[in-house]
């Protein structure tokens, strides 16, 4: 049977049915993430899943899959699985789940296509930073290239997705060069949402020994503000998108609409930065 040392979901899923699909990472190699590391990755059995759903709210209109990266478990199996869900669930008109750059690579245009038409229809994509130094130096396991081309996939393919990016990952010292680096990737693409997320270094990572070792410091909260403003101020969407500082790891919550709210925003985190 399915078991899971910890569920991981995004706060706007809080009150969404979970169904577990993937335990640990199958990649698991990020230097800043705690999450997984001592979970071995593993699919979740499709008689498992059966059971869940055969138990499940047959009116359930969401579901969100969870895992680390439940996508990874390929397209035969995801189509497989949505299948399930529309034949027990057949009110659910959106399933979400994490995904990675990693995992998107491996569907065509296609594929996703179809996995779109039979409900998967919303995807939190860790995107991190939009420089490939800082994806190398905490080992993320994609390029800046390769984000852009898997993101335009996902907008071809008209599944909706919410780019995750963390500020402060690329240390003291480079938080505007980050920032700049990262909107102008943002702005190749179109995103449904930009979440943000604060650097939180955790005891055991590999981000936490490079910090003890000197090889890493992290910046200062003023200099992790300033570049939540530069970042606002350099994305610059072809069409509107939510930006999201409200996640719990955040030191300043706001939410508006870009490009409508830029100004509003900016002038918020302006107004928290000590001169």
Not at 116 to 136: A, C, M, N, W
Not at 231 to 253: A, C, G, M, V, W
Request: charge should be negative; include cysteine.
């Amino acid at each position: 049977m399915y078991k899971s040392v910890g569920i991981y979901y995004p706060q706007d899923e809080m009150t969404t049915v979970l169904l577990p699909v993937t335990t640990g990472c199958s990649h698991n190699k990020c230097a800043f993430c705690s999450m997984y590391k001592d979970e071995k990755y593993s699919e979740v059995e499709f008689p498992d899943i059966e059971m869940q759903l055969i138990n499940g709210d047959r009116y359930t209109e969401k579901v969100f899959l969870t895992g680390a990266d439940p996508i990874s478990i390929g397209f035969e199996k995801m189509k497989k699985l949505l299948d399930m869900i529309h034949k027990y669930l057949p009110y659910c008109a959106c399933v979400a789940s994490y995904a990675s750059i990693r995992s998107i690579s491996g569907f065509s245009h296609e594929e996703l296509s179809v996995l779109h038409d039979l409900g998967l229809r919303l995807l939190y994509v860790g995107f991190e930073t939009g420089r490939d130094d800082i994806l190398k130096l905490i080992n993320k396991g994609h390029t800046v290239n390769e984000a852009v081309k898997q993101a335009k996939k996902l907008n071809e393919a008209k599944i909706p997705f919410n780019a995750i990016i963390i500020y402060g990952i690329a240390g003291k010292g480079q938080s505007e060069d980050n920032a700049i680096a990262t909107a102008k990737m943002i702005n190749t693409f179109a995103p449904n949402s930009v979440i943000t997320m604060n650097l939180t270094i955790f005891t055991g990572t590999e981000l936490h020994k490079m910090t003890e070792r000197g090889d890493f410091i992290p910046p200062s909260g003023s200099e992790r503000l300033i570049e939540i403003k530069t970042l606002l101020e350099n994305i610059e969407p072809d069409r509107p998108i939510i930006f999201d500082t409200t996640h719990p790891s955040n030191i300043i919550k706001i939410k508006g609409r870009l490009p409508d709210d830029k100004e509003r925003l900016i002038y918020e985190v302006k107004s928290r930065i000590m001169v």
